[in-house]
């Protein structure tokens, strides 16, 4: 039987990114978001009974757990909802003919190459969070349903707990900021995830006529990089919305902020010291470049 054609089912709508995608989906289909009290990640269960209820065209899937360190100590939880949970969602979008888009992360690959990560290098996630996420990616694309795995890296927005906002916080209440200088990657604003995901659905509805999605996403499966154009450190990220901020307000004292090499800043789990993705393919196949990691910095700074 086929899923029900208009119908987005909308996973951690109340996340950066997916109270981004709930405001972007909206004239592409009905879209029916639950909380987590009606869709447990965390439950199979719970998942497969919500999916069967809705039977939706698209499962958009950005719910994850995320916290990277106490993956480390809680890593039957991170298994259960960035593995376990995908693994549902793509075998009941295969037996309805659904499309699964689903969020992964730079935390896939160890971070010690030189250059972007292309889609075809060699994975080796070096946490407990990084392995749940590649877990998940693996056992989605051998489920056998028409997906799009979207990778992306240090998201932010003006919504919700992120490096930014904790940030600017911090640097108006110190005097100084020590900040990760050696780890590279790319800034990638919510939002600007959110558009995108929605103008690849769009394109493949306008392939799709009468036909499933999982047929119009034959040839279109696969993972596809996506994160902001440029790169940056977060020492870097950070120094470029503190001078942003005192551009704003030249009234008010923000923190001076010192570069430290990670090894200074010990956490629970290994950090990537590269998270550069290369999103030549993204563009390829569906058309669109993401913005800049300065541009959407400057974005979100005015809209605060």
Known sequence: MSPVSSRILLTGATGQVGGELLRVLGPLGEVVAPSRSAMDLADTASVRETIRAVRPRWIVNPGAYTAVDRAESEPELAYAVNAEAVRTMGEEARAIGAGVIHFSTDYVFDGTGSIPYVETDATGPVSV??????????????????????????????????????ILKLAREREQLRVVGDQHGAPTWSRDLAEMTAQVIGRCEIDAAERDVAEILADTSGVYHATSRGETTWHGFAAEAIRLQREREPG?????????????????????????????????????????????????????
């Open 129 to 166: 969070y990084g392995a749940s996420k590649l877990a998940g990616e693996e056992a989605l694309t051998a489920c056998g349903a028409g997906h799009i795995i979207f990778r992306t890296s240090w998201v932010y927005g003006g919504r919700g707990k992120n490096f930014l906002l904790t």
């Open 252 to 304: 008010v004292r923000f923190a001076e902020i010192e570069a430290i090499a990670t090894a200074e800043y010990p956490t629970p789990a290994k950090r990537p010291a590269n998270s550069r993705l290369n999103c030549d393919r993204l563009a390829q196949r569906f058309g669109w470049t993401m913005m800049d990691w300065r541009a959407s910095l400057r974005e979100v700074l005015e809209e605060l």
